[in-house]
């Protein structure tokens, strides 16, 4: 049946390609219909039980998407005159960003004092331009030694400040990140143009979600040239043949255009992650296109006539391609098991990326080949020449090699547990990408972004006014504030305490918490009634007044020393107070659990396409003996990479946890073709073991190492993406196709001649 295919694609090739074009005009449509998701949200499924526990405590209290303005004073003293004045200017321009909900300074920080038997409550600078310095001066001492502002909007020595923006984004279209990020960098250009002597940068949750469009369009402007670039130059000097160079790319450029059209059609929003998806398709089309060319090429060189040739290249190469396009397509379709989205979407999009790749090769590109005019190199090329050599080296060293090899697995795979979980959401970014420069230039200098929330519940309403209650929370800010890893703790009993004070003539001995319950609820009231709108106690305090936000800020700490200070929070709130126990709730918690989540779900998924794998590979290679030899080197690699990983570096995190599943359709490839001509020389051409081997490197050795180069060149063109998840994710795939191909060459041959059976 497929010959007949064949001989009518030859024969009409001007009707395929006509097909091909308006197959893909339709396809290509889809295109217009891409979205890019520019939420960190996206990372996180529907039933996650860190989102859940977010968005629960965000629905209880205000949202705190937030713009933060890290103002820098040239001189390094935020009390002045002139800085005191931009940060009063910007505090009220913040108030006009799109969507803003409340704006923090020090400025407009609500101070509290007592003048007689009333309370003040009023903006802790009033009038920055004519303040003398001694008003200066106080100004500085109360603002460096409340608790409610350093570490928070003002750094210990106060050479720098923050303006902080609380953003509701009503979520209803995807242009409302972008028109937020838009406002706050004009309005940040018009401060430091208004104030040349202060210098300010941007960070904050809603300017990390601009940065992940920021990212990708950097990557298309860089990565896909680039791609392109060595793909030409790679078949040009691989293939020696311009018609076959150009066959190739129209078959990568069709894949991707129908893959990314498709991905319109069916509604995927594009992300950081899937922008790696055009790079991976190129990859992946090149390889079926080569083994094709290569053998077609070769038939011409002895001898055949070039409709022989491509016949014969499609016969003997169909099988192979279309099972390595099938495992490819399984170990991709396992990222559907992955715990974020967006790598679902990638595998969903590789997936049909290499299905329409293998069309495209067994059609278009044949069709494309005998359309234009193709002259082969008569001479055998110097590859032809030297995969003879390696052949010759392997089948005479097998026992060496067997040993070799296997000591260096084993030394590989012992590495493994040098890897450790390290999920940090500012590392996605390079330090090109100034999200990330402006959030490290903020944790060196004045606050840190990483958060643990939680709602403590007193258990009935007007609660948050009991004594005892109170007590057991500031015993729990005070044991968090003991932690090392902690830079500020924002807690309602810092308010109680310094109401208190006031309430009795500021006298600093009466900086405690009330013991009376009406009393502490009377200061509260007060306190509320004074406060100017936008600046209430809803973010802080829920509707019932029966719990409180609790918010500990931290140093940037690696994901398990995170995770390891939560468990020492949960134990402490199990021995000291059970009846507020209370899981901590932030985007940090979400992205801490996330790798650790997703390498669990991984597991599962990459064990179900490697039992798939296995069985198709035994059924199609007809010896349960060959597909059961096979698993070795189709395992190994994984095993190998990342132990080399653990030696090298050490973390592994979100995108490397989707790497073995994403790996083991690919390293397969290299199997399938090699052992499709080993056992074609033992069974049709009656061949022992050894000769097998011959004839195995010599008609698919060149395109093996070919295409395994392309991948590891491809996915190592990933590893300059500024989005270090896809910059980690192609560079541990390219090691894992590297070492892939070693397996191949000098492991699975000796198991072969040594193991593979008289009968295969």
Known sequence: MYERLFQWVLTNKYLVVLLTLLSLLLLGAGVRQLEFSNDYRM???????????????QNTYAKNDNVLFVVTPTDGRVFSRETLAAVQELTTQAWQIPYSLRVDSITNFQHTFAEGDDLVVEDLVLDAANLSDAALE??????????????????????????????????????????????????????????????????????MNNAFPTASKNDVKQLYPLMFGVVIITLVLMLHSVPGTLSTLLVILFTIIGTMGLTGWIGIRMSPPTTAVPVVIMTLAIADCVHILVNFLHGMREGMEKRAALLE????????????????????????????????????????????AFLLSITLLPAMVMILPTRAVRQETRGGVAMLKLAEFVI????????????????????????????????YFDES???????????????????????????????????????????????????PEVLHVNTITDIMKRLNRNMHGDDDSWYRLPEQRDLSAQYLLLYEFSLPFGLDLNNQINVKKSATRFSVTLQSISTQELLDLEARAQQWLTENAPEMQSDGASPTMMFAHIGNRNIKAMLKGTTIALVLISAILIIALRSLRIGVLSLLPNLVPIGMAFGLWGMMVGEVGLALSVVSGMTLGIVVDDTVHFLSKFLRARREKG?????????????????????????????????????????????????????????????????LMLFGGKKP
Not at 43 to 57: G, R
Not at 322 to 343: H, K, R, V, Y
Not at 398 to 403: A, F, G, I, R, S
Not at 691 to 713: K, P, Y
């Open 138 to 207: 106080q100004k500085r001492q109360i603002a460096v030694s409340d608790p409610l502002l350093v570490n928070r909007l003002i750094s210990p020595s106060a050479h720098v400040t923050g303006v902080n923006v609380t953003i509701q984004l009503p979520g209803k279209k995807l242009s409302e990140v972008p028109e937020v990020a838009q406002a706050a960098e004009v309005l940040k250009q018009e401060i430091e143009a208004k104030f040349p002597d202060i210098r300010i940068d941007l960070t904050g949750m809603v300017i």
């Open 396 to 427: 005479r060293h097998k026992q060496m090699l067997l040993w070799l090899m296997g000591g260096l697995v084993l030394l590989l795979i012992s590495q493994i547990p040098n890897n450790r979980l390290d999920d940090r959401f500012v590392r």
């Open 687 to 751: 061949m022992n073991s050894e000769d097998a081997v011959r004839h195995a490197f010599a008609t698919v050795g060149t395109a093996l190492w070919v295409t395994s180069l392309v991948l590891m060149i491809g996915f190592s063109i990933l590893a300059l993406s500024h989005f270090k998840l896809n910059s980690g994710m192609g560079l541990l795939t390219a090691i894992t196709i590297g070492l892939a191909l070693l397996a191949d060459f000098f492991f699975l041959p000796p198991l």
């Open 313 to 356: 290249s499609l016969r003997i190469n169909l099988g192979p391609i279309f099972l390595t396009s099938l495992t490819t397509a399984i170990g991709f379709m396992s990222l559907n098991f992955s715990d974020a989205p967006p790598f679902r979407d990638l595998g969903n999009m590789a997936a049909m990326g290499v299905t329409l």
């Open 43 to 57: 990372f996180f499924s529907e039933d996650n039980p860190q989102l859940q526990a977010f968005e629960k405590l």
């Open 433 to 483: 990408i100034e999200f990330r420069a402006a959030t490290d230039y903020t944790v060196e200098n004045l606050t840190g972004i990483y958060l643990i929330e939680y709602s403590l519940d007193s258990g009935e309403n007007g609660g948050v006014s009991d004594p005892t209650f109170l007590r057991r929370v500031e015993a729990f800010a005070d044991w968090y504030r003991a932690q």
